[in-house]
T-cell receptor
């Protein structure tokens, strides 16, 4: 069965420090992975998807099939990056998303 | 475009009461979804509808029913609310983005408390 694991519930970093939010997945098919972000009291929104190999708001994520990981990285954290981040795996023939439990990122001054 | 809209934004129910959460999308998407968000649990899929006229159970369907009224609207019903259903409920619709990629778009959420 498919599974997405985000081992950290809370990650606290100082402004300007590097950020890495971990995501590991388990899936028998060809994975399509996403990072969603939820700012305080706002709806979830797509941050980036692996298939388009984008850099959004300074964040990048590389799919590592050997390690079954899709970690989210940013070299220099900003205060406005404080939010809940969810890693998600597309399954069900492209119809369903399986979410991880989320990591709350707190950027301190 | 309003995207995905949900009503109500907040609701307090007593145990045993029933209610329906409404969701509508104006993006002409075929797929629609209902999730619940609980601390430490992430988002869990309750039900989804891959197209008008079809619905399927997700990970946590017990205690809920859904109706895909038409292509735009997908409602979630709690027949007899229980305190364990206290949660934030998100509706989403899924389709192809401008870049041709699969994407789900979320509503603002409904915060439900069952006493």
């Amino acid at each position: 069965a498919q599974r997405v694991t985000q081992p950290e519930k809370l990650l606290s970093v100082f402004k300007g420090a590097p950020v890495e939010l971990k995501c590991n997945y388990s899936y028998s098919g060809s994975p399509e992975l996403f990072w969603y972000v939820q700012y305080s009291r706002q709806r979830l929104q797509l941050l980036l998807r692996h298939i388009s190999r984008e850099s959004i708001k300074g964040f990048t994520a590389d799919l590592n099939k050997g390690e079954t990981s899709f970690h989210l990285k940013k070299p220099f954290a900003q205060e406005e990056d404080s939010a809940m981040y969810y890693c998600a795996l597309l399954t069900g023939g492209g119809n369903k998303l399986t979410f991880g439990t989320g990591t709350q990122l707190k950027v301190e001054l | 475009n309003a995207g995905v809209t949900q009503t109500p934004k907040f609701q307090v129910l007593k145990t045993g009461q029933s209610m329906t959460l409404q969701c509508a999308q104006d993006m002409n998407h075929n797929s629609m979804y209902w999730y619940r968000q609980d601390p430490g649990m992430g988002l869990r899929l309750i039900y989804y509808s891959a197209s008008e006229g079809t619905t399927d159970k997700g990970e946590v369907p017990n205690g809920y029913n859904v109706s895909r009224l038409n292509k735009r609207e997908f409602s979630l019903r709690l027949e007899s609310a229980a305190p364990s259903q206290t949660s934030v409920y998100f509706c989403a619709s899924g389709g192809t983005s401008g870049g041709g990629y699969n994407e789900q778009f979320f509503g603002p959420g409904t915060r439900l408390t069952v006493l």
